[in-house]
């Protein structure tokens, strides 16, 4: 069964680095989402990313956050200058065409500032 | 401000009997609606989706829709210890939206 892929499963970073977390969605997919989920809380939307460009995003997502499709395969997610509350669980997801299908989500990516 | 409720439990339930899981939600532009099962440490893994009024079921689960009253319920039938996890409900307004999520209702089956 297709899967999205998240690299790493998990990273560790101190407070004002920046980190790139890594997405291979489905391959057949054309909608690309980052979602997070601080530990405890409920799952959080950041960004969806459509046609090469970003379609929707919260207000999580602000200047810190972007976004970028580099290769045609990969999507990644960049947080620059990391502070302590971006610890959290970092989740890739991928939909097809018809998004009523429902989102497929990546094993994710552990996120620790320290 | 869209949100989805829902109940945190924790849900319990004997083994072999229905658990029935439930979830408002405040926007009525929503479209489709999604159950996701989260086991701790894990991703959220769909179980299904409904975006008609009534009654939807795959195999032992059925999800209900009731659009007037903003209400979407998850039955599981015979239920198993391996049914115990987080149980994640979400809607989305189409377009390019992603999901809004409730909380999760965390349901222990006793075996």
């Known amino acids: 069964e297709p899967e999205v892929t998240q690299t790493p499963s998990h990273q560790v970073t101190q407070m004002g680095q920046e980190v790139i977390l890594r997405c291979v969605p489905i391959?057949?997919?054309?909608?690309f989402y980052w979602y997070r989920q601080i530990l405890g809380q409920k799952v959080e939307f950041l960004v969806s990313?459509?046609?090469?460009?970003?379609?929707?995003k919260s207000e999580i997502f602000d200047d810190q956050f972007s976004v970028e499709r580099p290769d045609g395969s990969n999507f990644t997610l960049k947080i620059r200058s990391t502070k302590l509350e971006d610890s959290a669980m970092y989740f890739c997801?991928?939909?097809?065409?018809?998004?009523?299908?429902?989102?497929?989500f990546g094993s994710g990516t552990r996120l620790t500032v320290v | 401000q869209k949100e989805v409720e829902q109940n945190s439990g924790p849900l319990s339930v004997p083994e072999g009997a229905i658990a029935s899981l439930n979830c408002t939600y405040s926007?009525?532009?929503?479209?489709?609606f999604f159950w996701y099962r989260q086991y701790s440490g894990k991703s959220p893994e769909l179980i299904m989706f409904?975006?008609?009024?009534g009654d939807k079921e795959d195999g032992r689960f059925t999800a209900q829709l009731n659009k007037a009253s903003q209400y979407v319920s998850l039955l599981i039938r015979d239920s198993q210890p391996s049914d115990s996890a987080t149980y994640l409900c979400?809607?989305?307004?189409?377009?390019?939206?992603?999901?809004?999520f409730g909380k999760g209702t965390h349901l222990i089956i006793q075996p």
């Open positions: 997801a991928s939909s097809p065409v018809d998004r009523g299908l429902g989102y497929t």
């Open positions: 391959s057949n997919h054309l909608y």
């Open positions: 990313f459509y046609n090469n460009e970003i379609s929707e």
């Open positions: 926007d009525r532009g929503s479209q489709s």
């Open positions: 409904i975006y008609s009024n």
């Open positions: 979400a809607q989305s307004g189409g377009g390019a939206d992603g999901l809004t």
